[in-house]
């Protein structure tokens, strides 16, 4: 096979180089330099060179069929992604090692109907073997129509393919399959950018749903998945603690459906099991009442889900106090501890801060303000938050509530787990009594609780 001709081009300012160099002579940055398959230039003066005719097309003359969608037997994930696979759809499904993405993807194929057959495999990183011996845990494998590839090079992988004509490919992992095209190793910048146009193409070709498997590390930043979010279809991130059982699969990015979507697992001994009321597992109905720690009802793309939020506020010994928070950004916490502050008559200038949402949801959307502000507030103060009263409520910085979307679901998904009391913002669309407590500002509410006002 004739080598491809490949360059060096700077991540940062795109300037070109025959050979790899630490820095980037052009603009001065380190490490950008990544390889990547030389394009053919037009010739000088003829910028249209190396073109052929594209085709143009009206708009209104565009026929569009509804595209079919395969289901994958998995419900909570089909309704995740929008309704079903798409042919020719490329999906990344991102995740720490050992969070579960080849487990789940050997428990998606083996679902797929009949016709949806055959699937191909390649597994860059485990044996056949391993594969088969993890197939038999999960209890599949016999009789299904799976090709396994335990195989690193992508082009001899998608050779073979050819004759075989799967209707679905997976590659797991993106980081350890290769491309000879390309000098450099496995994992690079390079690499992985190539390796997944190659996928992408082929996928696109033969209108096959393509899952390209990819660790990400905890900072999320290693030459990974990131640098694919903008060529695949779908973004999937696979998120949970390996210590605890469940696993949160999440809609990152969608152009065929919604994003912000979450579906949750259970890991078990046979593989992942579909958690179908999320809010069971995050919320403890034992639990006793304590200080800093309420239920709110969370807003996960268009689920209502019931989380705890816990806040611990302790004294300060350092001249900087901390402020540590999980699943939140830490301004979101900053804010809520200003706005306290400055309209809710609680300090914490000599306080350190911890805030957390359990079980490894996000607190992402503007509901879990009032939650979150409450939590603050009471574990400063030392009181329990009411067990059978629930909040949700934006936050403004003028310490005004303001009405959350949703409302109704939200307030659903409460009374199904018996809260009786639901504090909202005056201004919402709802009727105060039976149980409906209506605030107009972050005072109101702390006072309401905590001060006994
Ligand atoms: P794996 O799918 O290999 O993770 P990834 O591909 O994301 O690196 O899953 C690894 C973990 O899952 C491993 O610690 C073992 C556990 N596991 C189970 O608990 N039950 C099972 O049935 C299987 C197959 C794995
Ligand atoms: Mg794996």
Not at 10 to 39: D, I, Y
Not at 250 to 274: I, P, W
Not at 409 to 432: H, L, P
Request: glycine share 10%; hydrophobic share 40%.
């Amino acid at each position: 096979m004739a080598k491809v001709k490949t360059v060096y081009v700077c991540q940062s300012c795109g300037q070109s180089f025959p050979k790899w160099a630490g820095q980037c002579s052009s603009c001065q940055e380190w490490n950008t330099l990544a390889e990547e398959v030389e394009v053919p230039k037009g010739s000088r003066g003829d910028i249209m060179a190396g073109g052929t005719l594209a085709i143009v097309e009206n708009l209104g003359d565009i026929k569009t069929e509804r595209t079919q969608r395969w289901m994958t037997g998995i419900d909570v994930f089909d309704e995740m992604i929008g309704g079903g696979l798409v042919p020719g759809g490329i999906t990344l499904i991102g995740g720490e090692p050992g969070v579960g993405k080849s487990t789940f993807m050997l428990q998606l194929i083996s679902r797929l109907g009949v016709n949806i057959k055959p699937v191909a495999y390649i597994s860059g990183e485990e044996s056949a073997t391993q594969i088969k011996l993890r197939a038999d845990r999960l209890g599949i494998g016999n009789g299904s129509d799976i090709y396994l590839l335990a195989e690193q090079n992508l082009n001899s992988a998608l050779n073979a393919l050819a004759s075989y004509l799967p209707r679905v490919l997976i590659v797991d992992s993106i980081q350890t399959v290769y491309t000879p095209n390309l000098e450099s190793s496995p994992g690079s910048v390079g690499q992985i950018r190539e390796c997944a146009s190659m996928l992408t193409k082929f996928g696109k070709e033969r209108q096959l749903p393509v899952f390209i498997v990819g660790h990400v590390t905890k900072d999320g930043n290693i030459a990974g998945p990131k640098i694919l979010e903008h060529i695949v279809d779908t973004v999937l991130y696979f998120e949970g603690e390996t210590n605890s059982n469940f696993r949160i699969l999440r809609v990152f990015k969608n152009r065929y459906g919604a994003t912000g979507e979450v579906s949750v697992f259970q890991m078990t001994d046979n593989g992942l099991t579909s958690v179908i009321n999320p809010s069971d597992i995050f919320i403890n109905q034992n639990r006793t009442e304590s200080p800093g720690v309420l239920v709110a009802p969370l807003l996960q793309g268009s689920r209502c889900i019931l989380a705890e939020i816990q806040a611990l506020v302790t004294q300060s010994y350092l001249p900087m106090p901390r402020r540590v928070v999980s699943g939140m950004d830490p301004n979101k916490l900053g804010l809520l501890i200003a706005v306290l502050e400055r309209h809710g008559g609680v300090k914490f200038y000599n306080k350190d801060v911890y805030a957390n949402v359990a079980g490894g949801l996000r607190l992402s959307e503007p509901g879990g303000d009032l939650p979150l502000a409450l939590a603050l507030a009471g574990s400063l103060m030392d009181k329990p938050f009411p067990k059978d009263t629930i909040c949700a409520g934006e936050v403004t910085l003028s310490g005004e509530i303001r009405p959350v979307s949703q409302l109704s679901r939200r307030i659903a998904e409460a009374r199904r787990f018996g809260f009786k009391k639901i504090m909202v913002s005056s201004y919402s669309d709802i009727e105060a009594g039976k149980g409906i407590i209506k605030v107009k500002t972050l005072k109101e509410a702390v006072n309401a609780f905590f001060k006994g006002a």
